[in-house]
């Protein structure tokens, strides 16, 4: 496949709700799916919910939390750049895209699925024969994504950020609802590894990971399936 082109999405929400508790996207989620498409040789377009630069976590730059990937990115001054002036997901077209990936940390939780756009925007490229990835907290994205009419998730083997992750990192009562409880309800077939330990499922055009472990694998399921399943005009 010659030259495939993803969105990367990130959430635009900085906080828990009305809490003071800061938040935004995971920057390992982001890095180490940049650098493993764009090593690969595919275009990445960075979006967000509202365009422009997008808060990051600041939980995802302290010590324990920041990788290889994250350092590289934060000395990139190219892709620095790019973070800064993310599209606004409303003015992507699904046509030109061969494939998404949304970019977990918690604020996806609250503006993820309530983005018409977003939803949108996935629909049209799973009709086409796209490749979604999402990483531990961008399942959110998925949860008012239709195919054919029903939920995209149902029926689907799928993972995301874990119920007992969410109590690990003592998030429970903040985040609007659970994650893992959503999807099942809408009729996925989730499953959870170990807390904080890589898990990524691929189901046919959908792949997930878990938590930011899994991230770079996420990606690079992603570039596989692309390549795979070119993308088309027909619905899956």
Excluded: K
């Excluded at 938040?23 to 890095?31: D, I, K, N, V």
């Excluded at 764009?38 to 275009?43: E, F, H, I, N």
């Excluded at 409880?181 to 792949?207: E, K």
């Excluded at 694998?217 to 070119?230: G, K």
């Amino acid at each position: 496949m010659a030259c495939p082109r993803v969105a990367v999405v990130l959430t635009s929400t900085a906080r828990f709700g009305e809490s003071d508790r800061p938040t935004g996207f995971w920057y390992e989620e982001l890095a180490a799916p940049y650098y493993a498409l764009t090593d690969a040789g595919v275009g990445v377009t960075m979006a967000s919910i509202a365009g422009g630069q997008p808060p990051a976590d600041p939980a995802s730059l302290a010590p324990p939390a920041v990788t290889d990937a994250v350092d590289r990115f934060r000395t990139d001054s190219d892709a620095l750049a790019r973070l800064a002036a993310t599209e606004p997901v409303a003015g992507l077209a699904a046509i030109g895209l061969d494939g998404i990936i949304l970019v977990g940390g918690h604020g996806t939780m609250w503006d993820f699925p309530d983005s018409p756009p977003l939803a949108e925007l996935l629909t049209a490229v799973l009709a086409r024969n796209g490749t979604v990835g999402a990483v531990c907290h961008g399942a959110a994205g998925l949860l008012n994504t239709q195919v054919a009419e029903h939920p995209a998730v149902r029926g689907r083997q799928l993972t995301a950020f874990s119920d007992a992750e969410e109590e690990l990192v003592a998030a429970t009562s903040l985040v609007p609802f659970s994650l893992e409880q959503r999807l099942r309800a809408l009729g996925a077939r989730y499953s959870a590894g170990q807390p904080f330990a890589p898990h990524v499922i691929r189901d046919g055009q959908l792949v997930t990971g878990q938590n930011p472990a899994s991230s770079a694998q996420v990606a690079a399921l992603v570039i596989e399936s692309m390549r795979q399943a070119p993308t088309t005009s027909t619905r899956p």
